[in-house]
């Protein structure tokens, strides 16, 4: 089962949960790099989340086409095909960060595709969608999310929410690094209830605790993983006085009753990136790390055959050389050793589920 159905996507996240690891979600903007996600997951036995933005998904379709909805279901669409070659994994299909001008374009009518999908026997493209509504009044990103999380459980998929604002920039979206990115006990609780937990429909929730997007030197990002704990502590309290309501089934682990997202976690400390998993972490976002993986070993095959890649000084070139699967593979290669390193580092290498 390579693609997930949403039954098996839920657990996957059950298990990584109960199991206290995370699973990487890979940003990709390519069936190059589509297939070195793969290739990582199936070296590091685990399973794990593809995922296009966007931008992403815009640049899927082609740059003169440039529409969302078309580059993400046929991102999903290939994706199924080749990862039918990697029968001992499950990957999960989710779109990345829709703000809300992007709504109307991109994550609404995946959902209502997926639904009718759903309606006629079938399995949604996507196993998750996530609404970015980190850029509006909180009152508002929940009463979207609410919108959202009603569609998403016709659709059969899971809704990932962000909760105050992560630094630095993405697909064009950028904020400012600042005390925003600090979300709070009190913003937890008026998650919990405005959207229940779990009795109308799951989700996950990435709530800020400092994370920023993009690369930056040592010092500049303050995490603040421990936020996160405070942040479980305040719902859970609340529903031991009986504030919150006690729902049937409701996965709560170590009296935490939200699971959670790592956005922004380029350059974070092993130990930042442990104490987030173990207040809740299921998921973890990783793109410029990846990204960069995949585009230095690029820059190092075209420095190394520098005289075989162009026709210096009148000459022939090397077309092995310039063949995009010359330096292709080598950045292919690159891209799954980072994933591995990825798998690795949150402790989802080695347990794919079988």
Not at 140 to 166: D, F, P
Not at 246 to 271: C, D, I, Q, W, Y
Not at 275 to 301: L, P, S
């Amino acid at each position: 089962m390579p693609i997930a159905t949403p039954e098996r996507y839920e657990a996957m996240l059950d298990a990584a949960r109960a199991g206290g690891y995370a699973f990487p979600a890979i940003n990709v903007t390519s069936t190059q790099t589509l297939n070195a996600a793969l290739q990582g997951f199936a070296d590091a036995e685990s399973d794990g989340i593809i995922q296009v933005s966007v931008g992403g998904s815009a640049y899927f379709s082609g740059q003169r086409v440039a529409d969302r909805v078309t580059g993400s279901l046929a991102f999903a669409a290939f994706a199924r095909e080749v990862a039918r070659k990697y029968p001992n994994i499950t990957v999960a299909l989710h779109t990345d960060h829709c703000a809300k001008q992007y709504l109307d374009d991109w994550v609404r009518p995946l959902l209502d595709i997926e639904a009718d999908q759903v309606a006629h026997g079938q399995e949604p493209a996507f196993q998750s969608h996530m609404w970015d509504g980190s850029t509006v009044p909180l009152a508002e990103n929940l009463k979207i999310a609410r919108e959202l999380l009603e569609k998403s459980q016709k659709a059969h998929t899971i809704l990932e929410i962000e909760i105050g604002a992560v630094g630095g920039e993405e697909d064009g979206h950028s904020a400012a690094i600042n005390d925003k990115l600090y979300s709070t006990p009190e913003d937890g609780l008026r998650v919990a209830r405005a959207l229940g937990l779990g009795e109308r429909g799951r989700y996950t929730a990435a709530f800020t605790f400092g994370n920023v997007h993009g690369a930056y030197k040592p010092g500049v990002v303050k995490l603040r993983p421990e936020l996160l704990g405070e942040i479980q502590s305040a719902v859970w309290e609340e529903i031991e006085r009986g504030e919150l309501p006690r729902v049937p089934g409701m996965k709560v682990l170590n009296g935490e009753p939200f699971e959670l997202v790592f956005h922004g976690g380029s350059g974070s400390t092993p130990a930042e990136i442990a104490e987030a998993v173990a207040h809740g972490v299921v998921k973890m976002n990783i793109d410029t790390d990846t990204q960069y993986a995949f585009t230095r070993a690029i820059a190092n095959h075209m420095f190394k055959h520098y005289d075989e890649v162009l026709k210096v000084d009148g000459e022939v070139g090397n077309k092995k050389m310039y063949d995009p699967r010359s330096w292709g593979r080598e950045a292919e290669d690159a891209m799954a050793a980072r994933v591995v390193e990825a798998c690795k580092q949150l402790g989802s290498a080695g347990r794919a589920m079988h």
